[in-house]
């Protein structure tokens, strides 16, 4: 499954000591109710441990745009709507802008407009966006620079020969095991993995692996190596992650409320999973991008880079089901577009022609299933069309 394992690391990073929930969450995550996810999602520092992306003094507007849009479309024969949308895909929250204006704006599930949502592996894609950070900041040098100039403990490992730009398109050609439901992939021992002392338990893990693929040959979906890409960032910049995404993103861009990001058992934000944001500071996100990462005309990040990482660095065979056709630095690759993408159906469009971002959160009934997948990639075909 593409989503489900920033979920399953998750839980196995943290271990069951940590899971400090209410009565009303005492299953893990994947086994939630409607109910429990409802509630949970909103409320994920109350179950996971978590560091503080700071807002900062002032807030981007997102002002509303005189034409509000109410898409309509057929989807296999029936009609379709926003709101029966968002009933079918037990939608938490749906805004779109054009140009920066809201002309879209729904919450569901009992969901308000300042109460944050997980956003699981959308993470991944931030993470990566802090790498660009990180290469303009002169922190990191290049692309392709070796994993390990930056994170020593991985010399003489199978990341020894591994570029930043392999790690973050997914392709280091290191073994790993995805399979959420084999007990002993890599997915499900990495939490159960026995730290060395003064090294993350992450990374100490990672470098046990063996090689399975030359670096750069064959992409393959590794949860480890998007919190390794963030392990990377902030021994780089010498910062916590939580604290370098406030200082280039939260406070400069004008978000409105703090993002609280869940950390691994070693005390470390967790790269590729689980950031809790509002969903105006989704779109915000989007827009940020949209705009290249640039603020009152300052550039966050190195000239080129969103369209860099919005390239196909990958294009996907028979492996991966459509609509996404390729991969960059953790971002998915659609015609016209690209996205963040997380379990249970949290999504970040990115359509740079159209000037659109699409933010949806939701808590589906399965994390990762392909028809969910083409029904909302379908809503925000509708969306453009409505916007045309």
Avoid at 368 to 381: F, L, S, V
Wanted: include cysteine.
């Amino acid at each position: 499954m593409r989503h489900l394992a920033g979920l399953v690391a998750a839980v196995a990073l943290i271990g069951t000591s940590a899971f400090a929930a209410p009565p009303t969450l005492s299953q893990t995550p994947l086994s939630w109710s409607p109910e429990q996810q409802a509630w949970g999602y909103r409320h994920m520092e109350d179950a996971f441990p978590v560091k503080v992306a700071a807002r900062g003094d002032h807030v981007r507007a997102l002002p509303r745009a005189s034409r509000q849009i109410d898409p309509k479309w057929t989807r296999d024969g029936q009609p379709q709507s926003i709101s029966s949308y968002m009933t079918a895909h037990h939608t938490s929250g749906l805004m779109v802008l054009k140009d920066g204006k809201v002309v879209l704006e729904r919450y569901g599930l009992g969901r308000k407009p300042d109460e944050r949502w997980t956003s699981f592996s959308v993470a991944k894609s931030i993470t990566s966006t802090l790498v660009g950070a990180a290469i303009a900041d002169g922190k990191i040098r290049s692309l392709d620079d070796r994993v390990s100039t930056y994170l020593p403990d991985l010399k003489g490992s199978a990341y020894d020969d591994v570029t930043i730009r392999q790690l973050i398109t997914m392709t280091s050609g290191v073994k790993w095991n995805e399979d959420y439901g084999d007990p002993n992939s890599d997915v499900a021992r990495i939490g159960l993995f026995t730290a060395e002392p003064g090294i993350n338990p992450t990374l100490a893990y990672m470098r046990k692996l063996p090689r399975a693929h030359p670096p750069g040959s064959k992409f393959v979906y590794d949860t480890g190596e998007t919190d390794l890409t963030g392990i990377l960032v902030s021994t780089a910049v010498g910062k916590p992650l939580s604290e370098y995404l406030s200082e280039k993103v939260w406070k400069p861009f004008g978000m409105e409320q703090d993002a609280l990001w869940m950390t691994d058992q070693g005390g470390h934000e967790r790269g590729g999973c689980c950031l809790s944001m509002t969903l105006r500071d989704y779109a915000r996100i989007g827009q940020f991008l949209l705009e290249d990462g640039m603020v009152d005309g300052q550039a966050i990040l190195p000239r080129g880079w969103v369209a860099d990482a919005s390239t196909y660095h990958v294009k996907f065979g028979s492996e991966v089901e459509p609509p996404e056709l390729g991969y960059g630095y953790f971002f998915w690759l659609m015609p016209g577009g690209y996205a963040a993408e997380g379990i249970f159906g949290q999504q970040i469009f990115i359509f740079p022609r159209d000037r659109v971002v699409i933010a949806v959160n939701s808590a589906w009934a399965e994390a990762d299933n392909d028809k969910d997948w083409t029904a909302q990639h379908a809503m925000a075909e509708a969306v453009r069309k409505a916007l045309r």
